[in-house]
């Protein structure tokens, strides 16, 4: 049995912006919360996904979408789901892992105080940079703090990282993390996250998978990848740039 645990955003499918103008082939892939379509898969990630089905890879999201935001995509995922960052796990009937959701509760109560500390702190900053400050919960608990400026301003995002990052070393904040980018900046768990939760589908649902993939396309991906036996990751996206930037030895 093989599993592909994936991202979606930017991985599978992405918006009009983020394609060559004029692309032929494109499958809408999500919908607007005005019904219409939003996202596009490309003729190679639709060749992908064809060939996962025709050849009974059993493929499983791991995305930072809510359920409702997983509502509107429009690909026929039929198995397990990972939302919220690794927060949610839906069963392959759509009803919530309950296991799964006692164990992210146990671990998001003692974070409640530095997630509000967070929030408070950088929301005079937000507005004057003109940034939309939204909090996102999972299971009725506050987990994420996201600001996004309505024009990507990389300068704005960029002075909130920063300040949020010397927020986090002043307090200590080490069970928090900031994830960024090019259209916002949160602040949310370190753990549970998606590599928690995908170790937790391995070991409970497909211990006996003999090859598990993991996709994805930026660095908050990463630890979810890395929980995978081998790791896929398309061109232009966060991680091939980072490691294409860096300048390190080669030995």
Request: net charge negative; aromatic share 4%.
């Amino acid at each position: 049995m093989i599993v592909a645990f994936t991202d979606l955003d930017d991985t599978l499918f992405q918006t009009l912006r983020k394609l060559p103008p004029g692309m032929p082939g494109l499958i809408p892939a999500t919908l607007g919360r005005d019904g219409q379509p939003h996202s596009f898969c490309t003729p190679a990630q639709s060749a992908l996904l064809a060939h996962f089905a025709d050849s009974g890879v059993t493929v499983i999201p791991v995305t930072g979408r809510d359920p409702a935001a997983m509502a509107r995509v429009a690909l026929p995922f039929t198995s397990w789901r990972v939302l919220d960052h690794g927060l949610t796990i839906l069963r392959p009937d759509g009803q919530m892992d309950t296991d799964w959701r006692g164990q992210v509760l146990t671990q998001l109560e003692p974070l409640q105080g530095a997630l509000r500390d967070c929030t408070q702190a950088i929301a005079g900053l937000a507005e004057a940079l003109g940034c939309r400050l939204s909090h996102h919960t999972a299971h009725e608990t506050h987990f994420m703090t996201v600001l996004k400026h309505p024009d990507a301003d990389a300068g704005s995002l960029e002075r909130v990282q920063l300040a949020l990052e010397h927020h986090l070393d002043s307090r200590g904040y080490a069970d928090l993390q900031i994830i960024a980018n090019a259209n916002n900046v949160s602040v949310l768990p370190r753990y549970p996250g998606k590599a928690e939760a995908v170790r937790h589908l391995r070991q409970q649902h497909f211990s006996h998978a003999t090859l598990t993939l993991a996709l994805g396309d930026s660095l908050s991906d990463l630890a979810f990848m890395n929980a995978c036996d081998l790791a896929v990751t398309p061109p232009g996206g966060q991680v091939l740039r980072t490691v294409t930037a860096a300048k390190l030895p080669q030995r």
